[in-house]
């Protein structure tokens, strides 16, 4: 079954605003990430956060993770025009941790 | 410190030819991972390799794709006789050797593979 679902699918936004992005998976996760894919270029790590832990920061963005509803925000304050990208989560299984997971994505907009 | 080498970036091929991906992990990486990306999909799992090992090919077609990732040099999909629904995006990644979960999957840029 198909982990890691990303709402919204496209979001649209002013520079300088707040980018809000939800990602949903199935079953029990060692770990769930998130990466950035600007258009037609691969994939960049942004930031990693374990089941046990429930928030982490770095920079701009902030994780939240809630394993009891299986699901993570993506927080981009002060949004730039450089953030125009989308973003994927990617979940491990608890039982598998050697293959991810990745929804389909949310594509930002961030309008300067 | 490179990161995730792919080559070709760019590859078109004619239905029924041969496609070969190369992949070279990031130093001091011994897992590599193949993914394939649709247009405006998310990345799918391919095949989880460790050096002259197969460790997971369960998102593999069963025919016309294989990889390997021999003692010396690169990662290889090769993808045989190919079909357009073969036009993707494939992406390697490489992670650490590790006992337990990998912390992260470090991706290459990609090889952009077109069918005529």
């Known amino acids: 079954s198909q982990q890691g679902e990303e709402d919204p699918q496209a979001l649209s936004i002013q520079e300088g605003e707040n980018a809000t992005m939800n990602c949903s998976y199935k079953?029990?996760?060692?770990?769930l990430q998130w990466y950035r894919q600007n258009s037609g270029r691969g994939l960049v790590h942004l930031i990693l956060?374990?089941?046990?832990?429930r928030e982490k920061h770095s920079g701009r963005l902030r994780v939240t993770l809630d394993t009891s509803k299986k699901s993570s925000s993506l927080l981009i304050t002060a949004s730039r025009a450089a953030d125009t990208a989308s973003y994927f989560c990617?979940?491990?299984?608890?039982?598998?941790?050697?293959?991810?997971?990745f929804g389909s994505g949310t594509k930002l907009n961030v309008k300067p | 410190n490179a990161g995730v080498m792919q080559n070709p970036r760019h590859l078109v091929r004619r239905r029924g030819q041969e496609a070969r991906l190369r992949c070279s992990p990031m130093?001091?990486?011994?897992?590599v991972y193949w993914y394939r990306q649709l247009p405006e999909e998310g990345l799918k799992f391919m095949v989880y390799?460790?050096?002259?090992?197969?460790?997971?090919e369960s998102g593999m077609p069963k025919e016309r794709f294989s990889a390997e990732f021999p003692k010396e040099g690169p990662s290889i999909l090769r993808i045989q006789q190919v079909v357009r629904g073969d036009s993707a995006a494939y992406f390697c990644?490489?992670?650490?050797?590790?006992?337990?979960?990998?912390?992260?999957?470090?991706f290459g840029p990609g090889t952009r593979l077109l069918v005529l």
């Open positions: 990644a490489s992670s650490t050797l590790k006992a337990g979960p990998p912390e992260t999957q470090y």
């Open positions: 130093k001091g990486h011994s897992h």
């Open positions: 390799l460790q050096k002259e090992n197969i460790i997971d």
């Open positions: 079953t029990s996760i060692n770990n």
């Open positions: 956060i374990r089941s046990n832990e």
């Open positions: 990617a979940t491990d299984a608890k039982d598998n941790f050697n293959k991810f997971y």
